[in-house]
C-alpha cells in the first residue's frame, strides 16, 4: 500500500475535513496546523517527498491505514 502523491495543500484539505486540524499560521510556503494537542508545519508544495508526508502523519499520531482510509473517501 503505497502512499499517494500529494500536494502540501491537498494534505491540509485531508487534516482538516478528517482529523481535525486547522492551520493558525503561515509564514511563506509554509503552514503551521493544529488540532489543539499536536503543532505540525506543513510545506506547501506541489508534490511532497514520501518521507515529509510520513513524518507529518507521525507528528499527527496519524496512521498510514487511517492516512489511507482517508484518502479514499
Known amino acids: 500500500m ?11 484539505k485531508i487534516l482538516y ?14 503552514v503551521t496546523i493544529t488540532n489543539d494537542k499536536a503543532f505540525v508545519t506543513v510545506p506547501l508544495h506541489k508534490e511532497l517527498d514520501i518521507g515529509t508526508l510520513k513524518s507529518i502523519l507521525d507528528d499527527c499520531g496519524i496512521s498510514r491505514e487511517e492516512f489511507m482510509k482517508a484518502c479514499s473517501k
Do not use: A, C, T
Open 2 to 12: 503505497k502512499f499517494p502523491v500529494i500536494s502540501g495543500k491537498e494534505l491540509i
Open 17 to 30: 475535513k478528517n482529523f481535525g486540524f486547522y492551520p493558525i499560521r503561515q509564514k511563506g510556503d509554509h
